[in-house]
């Protein structure tokens, strides 16, 4: 089964302005929640403090693989050995499944520790060899994106900056480390840059900051070593402008945040394509959405061009919800409102950032709900011919 992900990454780099998007589903919580990562039940009550199982988790990532609406499928290496190893879910998908390949210590959110207030320090619970076939050493290493791989030849590496010289000296000599074995064993990667999590000094403009250190961390990394594309906060249209203008052949990615409303999300897809981005990942808010395979099918729209608009996208999702009979988390109009949200896992640490109106889109549209209109109803009819 030939993979979207390799498909669109060839395309992309033959013609950077092509309008090919990667979108991905970011289902790897457990490194950073703990109990709590799987979201809420639906049977949720604040009292009770009532959480999905694991095994719900792992429900919500089949259903949302067959789908066949994402490039990309981001797990744990335990659910990655589950899924795709011992269930082979991938291997009449085009959807590529990826493993954390590490979790440092600012994503290490238990109840009542005090880790992602401290500055980021460098850890890997997952090994290359356990991502790839679920032993502590794989038979002989494959071509990097070869099919024969039983889990997944492709991992997500972070790190976090906290302009400190020994930090961030320490973070990218574990990065170098981990380049050298995966490139070893044929192990591709996606880069993801957080912002700094305990900054050691002033950041006064995070997105220049998180671009410079981008572009010096990977001026030494040749072909072989480089990740295939990144994972950052958007910043908005400057620092994304700048990023792609310097490189454009460093396929730029932007990360989900917090969950906010249904238009921070489909706003910031957008805004962020418009800009240079052609991926974006989305965890938080797919996993926390009313109605996933819905939620993901508008974000899909929106990454093709199909719906450009993400008023009308937030409209056309209420009134698929309401199709199928769910209930909506909030009405319309407040739906349609932008929010202020935490780019990063733990929030409270200098990391928020808002959704932008998009340019060329009334800001009354973005929190006054409109009655129905042609645009609106093109999009639900294109949804209905997906639920049949």
């Known amino acids: 089964m030939r993979k979207t992900l390799d498909e669109k990454l060839a395309r992309i780099h033959a013609d950077p302005s092509c309008g090919d998007f990667i979108l991905a589903d970011a289902k790897d919580p457990d490194l950073a929640y703990g109990i709590a990562s799987p979201g809420k039940s639906p049977e949720h009550y604040a009292s009770e403090g009532r959480y999905r199982t694991l095994a719900e988790l792992r429900d919500l990532i089949r259903e949302n693989v067959k789908t066949g609406l994402l490039d990309i499928m981001l797990m744990s290496a335990s659910t990655n050995e589950v899924l795709a190893i011992h269930e082979g879910l991938f291997r009449d998908s085009a959807c590529t499944p990826a493993a954390r390949a590490n979790d440092t210590t600012d994503i290490w959110l ?3 520790g005090q880790y992602k207030d401290q500055p980021s320090q460098p850890f890997r619970s997952a090994t290359i060899d356990h991502i790839m076939c679920g032993k502590v050493d794989c038979p002989a290493p494959p071509e990097a994106g070869s099919s024969g791989v039983p889990g997944a030849d492709l991992g997500l590496y972070s790190m976090t900056f906290n302009n400190d010289v ?3 000296r320490e973070a990218l000599q574990r990065y170098g480390e981990f380049r050298a074995e995966a490139e070893r064993k044929g192990f591709r990667h996606f880069l993801e840059v957080f912002n700094p999590n305990a900054a050691q000094a002033p950041v006064p403009d995070l997105g220049r900051y998180l671009n410079d250190m981008i572009a010096r961390a990977l001026g030494g990394v040749v ?3 480089r990740p295939i594309f990144l994972k950052i906060p958007y910043h908005g249209p400057a620092a994304m402008e700048q990023l792609v ?3 454009p052949h460093l396929v730029s990615g932007i990360l989900g945040g917090s969950s906010g409303t249904t238009f921070d999300a489909f706003a910031q897809l957008a805004e962020a394509k418009r800009y240079g981005a052609r991926a974006a990942l989305y965890g938080r808010m797919i996993n926390n959405s009313e109605h996933q395979p819905t939620f993901i099918q508008h974000l ?3 990454a093709d061009g199909q719906v450009t608009d993400p008023a009308e996208a937030v409209r056309s999702y209420h009134g698929a919800l309401q199709g199928l009979g769910v209930r909506a988390i909030r009405s319309l109009e ?12 733990g929030g409270g640490s200098g990391t928020v950032m808002s959704t932008v ?3 060329g889109m009334p800001a009354s549209s973005a929190s006054t709900p409109a009655q129905s209109s042609d645009k609106v109803a093109a999009s639900l009819a ?6 049949g």
């Open 166 to 168: 020994d930090l961030d």
């Open 110 to 112: 238990a109840q009542g």
């Open 245 to 247: 203008s310097y490189d």
């Open 223 to 225: 072909g072989k070593g």
């Open 300 to 302: 899909r729209w929106l």
């Open 382 to 387: 294109r949804w209905e011919r997906v639920l």
């Open 357 to 359: 109106v998009p340019a």
């Open 334 to 345: 407040d739906d349609l409102k932008s929010s202020k949200r935490d780019a990063a896992y």
